[in-house]
């Protein structure tokens, strides 16, 4: 799976893709796989979701856990 992603990654920049944000179901509850993800790996949370992921905020994330 990490792979997939990394190659899905490489592919939508070097193809310029346009990205852009998704809106979560808050109607559902949060999947363990973004639970993990946005708030136990990235320490970003809900704006992992609602924000295009990049490096400015995950190291936001993780400035924040300090």
């Keep these: 799976m990490i792979t997939g992603l990394e190659s899905r990654g490489q592919r939508a920049i070097a193809e310029d893709w346009n ?3 998704f809106g979560r179901n808050y109607n559902l509850p949060e999947s363990m796989l973004a639970r993990t993800l946005y708030d136990g790996i990235l320490k970003i949370g809900n704006e992992g979701i609602m924000e295009i ?3 400015k905020l ?5 400035s924040s856990e300090r």
């Design 19 to 21: 990205l852009r944000n």
């Design 53 to 55: 992921p990049s490096i």
């Design 58 to 62: 995950i190291s936001r994330g993780k």
